[in-house]
Every structure is written in structure tokens, then in C-alpha cells.
Nanobody, 120 residues
Framework: QVQRVESGGGLVQAGGSLRLSCAASGRTVNNYDMGWFRQAPGKEREFVAA????????SYADSVKGRFTISRENAKNTVYLQMNSLTPEETAVYYC?????????????WGQGTQVTVSS
């Protein structure tokens, strides 16, 4: 697997936006389809979005379609998740992982994630 660090989380008001980053170290994520997941307190981890290794194909959970955008910048070995119109229910720890497109199945061990807190 590839070591990666998620960042960009924080506290935001409902309706606000955040952009999360997933930066790889040591090895490249450029050869892998990647995705984002989230886990809210007391809930199971759930799929949020995925992107093919070329960046040409993306998929989203129904709950985030039209509001979230996954992208990647292979030159920077980084995957992003732009989140708009956030709701308090989306308070969670967000994680990136290798997700063979078009599945929603994470392959690697989980990292630390980045906390997103949406206040009402």
C-alpha cells in the first residue's frame, strides 16, 4: 500500500465548504484508482467518492452528488475532495484509500483521516 496523509479538515458552518487533500509519501498514488470515505461518530464508515487513476472517471454516493467533487493532481501525487454546501450530518472523519474503480471497496489500511466538523 501507499502511505498517505489526509488534511484540510476543520470546523465549518452549515452551508460552508472545505477542500480535503490526500497526499502520498514514499510512493505514488498515480497508478491507483482512489476514493474518499467518511465515518461519523457511532456509524459505519461509508463510501463518498472515487476517481479512476487517469482522473477521467468519477463516482459519488447519492448523498453528495452535485455538492462534492473528487479530483486528482498526479504531478503533486495528491487526491482532493471539494465539499460544498456541507450539513451538520456530514460531520465525520474523512479518509482516502485505494478504491478499484468502479467498486466502492477500500483496499489499503486506513490512515489517520482528517476531521470535518460542520456546525449548525
Amino acid at each position: 500500500q501507499v502511505q498517505r496523509v489526509e488534511s484540510g479538515g476543520g470546523l465549518v458552518q452549515a452551508g460552508g465548504s472545505l477542500r480535503l487533500s490526500c497526499a502520498a509519501s514514499g510512493r505514488t498514488v498515480n497508478n491507483y484508482d482512489m476514493g474518499w470515505f467518511r465515518q461519523a461518530p457511532g456509524k459505519e464508515r461509508e463510501f463518498v467518492a472515487a476517481i479512476s487513476r487517469s482522473g477521467g472517471s468519477t463516482s459519488y454516493a447519492d448523498s453528495v452528488k452535485g455538492r462534492f467533487t473528487i479530483s486528482r493532481e498526479n504531478a503533486k501525487n495528491t487526491v482532493y475532495l471539494q465539499m460544498n454546501s456541507l450539513t451538520p450530518e456530514e460531520t465525520a472523519v474523512y479518509y482516502c484509500n485505494h478504491v478499484p474503480y468502479p467498486t466502492k471497496r477500500a483496499i489499503w489500511y486506513w490512515g489517520q483521516g482528517t476531521q470535518v466538523t460542520v456546525s449548525s
